[in-house]
């Protein structure tokens, strides 16, 4: 087996062909620095302003409402943190977010609350929503903003954004949404869906890894993220990195209009992968099973060792990834899943399969006929499993 399926979609993806030759003139002949006056700078300059007007059209902002920047952590850093510093000369010291974000939400929210800013965290459905009744009734007269992600990264699931984003604006307090997994799988429309604040990434959409955007609605004002030169407005300086922002002018702007054409390619294959594997014995799909990206399938199965799993997966020539966070060399399953209630030992045995542009349904059927011999094979050497059945642990 040499080929390779990779249904990791959601932790990266490959630079797609027209990214990439987009890109290439910027790291050859046209090398100017954009800040500069001759020809080969100037065009740098507009290069970087047509990816601007690519992004902002792509969520239905101003390209004057978009700033690029290193990667979408650094976007969801600068909101939650540009935000709350700006605010809190105001008395505005209090942050809502959901306690099932991304870390680069969760830690920056642990930073401020160093700092001395309050966060609360909002309670996630056993079917990984957020209730925009529970946001309403957090913010208090202190909150500066509510930040809620538009698209869970391990579950997949779709929270409702402009119900929330509607329900901060009639409180008048900030709205942020982390859409770096929402891009390309959701129509998203900052005006209609009341977003102030959205940050996306480069490599989730066959950009290049290192490079994003935060989406700053008009009048939003909030504290530099970095000082330096006039690049970004003066907001975030430093010499822009030109082809990587013109790679993500076309990720975006692709993206964006195939939303309806990836998921009606995608949605069959998805459906087709978690009916197979439910017929897996006590198998559990993690997450609402309708209100969820195209490209997610996540699913437990008692009784098995995530980290088994894929190295048997990768074995076998499939790339995947589980919910607990091994590479963190850290035993602790996944926050997200522990969020929708699950156990430890029900967390640990997960596994996320992300579509992408190249799945294709060979690649499904390989994957069904693969995994459940191997969900057999790691049962059997399980005491946990054996324990299960012995009916001494549910
Ligand atoms: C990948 C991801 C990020 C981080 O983006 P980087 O560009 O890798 O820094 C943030 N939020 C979510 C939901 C993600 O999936």
């Not at 990587?244 to 998805?270: F, T, Y």
């Not at 929708?340 to 799945?359: N, P, V, W």
């Amino acid at each position: 087996m040499n080929h390779l399926v990779y249904m990791d979609n959601s932790a990266t993806t490959r630079v797609s062909d027209r990214v990439l030759s987009a890109m290439l003139p910027y790291l050859k002949e046209e090398y100017g620095n954009p800040s500069s006056l001759y020809g080969i700078a100037r065009s740098a300059k507009a290069a970087i302003e047509r990816a601007r007007e690519q992004v902002a059209a792509g969520i239905g902002a101003l390209p004057t409402e978009i700033y690029f920047t290193g990667c979408g952590t650094e976007a969801d850093n600068w909101a939650l943190k540009g935000v709350l510093h700006r605010l809190k000369q105001k008395g505005k010291t209090h942050l809502i977010t959901t306690a099932f974000e991304h870390h680069a939400i969760l830690h920056t929210a642990e930073s401020l609350s160093k700092e001395g800013f309050t966060v609360t965290y909002l309670p996630v459905s056993h079917a990984g929503l957020v209730d925009p009744a529970d946001v309403k009734t957090a913010i208090r007269p202190e909150t500066a903003l509510v930040s809620v992600m538009y698209v869970n990264n391990e579950i997949g699931t779709i929270q409702p954004v402009a119900e929330i984003g509607a329900i901060c604006k009639q409180a008048g307090v900030l709205f942020h949404t982390d859409a770096v997994q929402a891009v390309g799988n959701v129509h998203i429309d900052v005006g209609p869906q009341n977003i102030d604040l959205l940050s996306l990434s480069g490599h989730k959409i066959h950009a290049p890894k290192g490079v994003g955007a935060l989406y700053i609605r008009k009048g939003v004002l909030l504290q530099n993220f970095m000082e330096g030169g006039a690049q970004e407005r003066g907001k975030r300086a430093g010499t822009e990195n030109v082809a990587s922002i013109v790679g993500l002018g076309v990720a975006v702007e692709e993206a964006c209009a195939n939303v309806d054409a990836k998921n009606a390619r995608l949605k069959p294959l998805r459906d087709k992968l978690i009916d197979g594997l439910l017929k897996i014995d006590r198998a559990i799909l993690n997450g609402d099973r309708d209100r969820r990206v195209a490209m997610n399938a996540n699913l437990s199965f008692p009784g098995v060792e995530g980290e088994s799993l894929l190295l048997m997966l990768d074995a076998k020539g499939v790339a995947a990834s589980s919910g607990s966070a091994c590479t963190s060399g850290s035993l602790d399953p996944s926050h997200v899943l522990l969020a929708i209630g699950l156990k430890h030992e029900i967390a640990h045995g997960s596994l996320r399969l992300s579509l992408g542009d190249d799945t294709t349904p060979e690649d499904v059927d390989y994957v069904l006929d693969t995994i459940p011999p191997i969900i057999k094979r790691l049962r059997d050497m399980s005491p946990l499993w054996e324990s299960m059945n012995a009916g001494k642990e549910a």
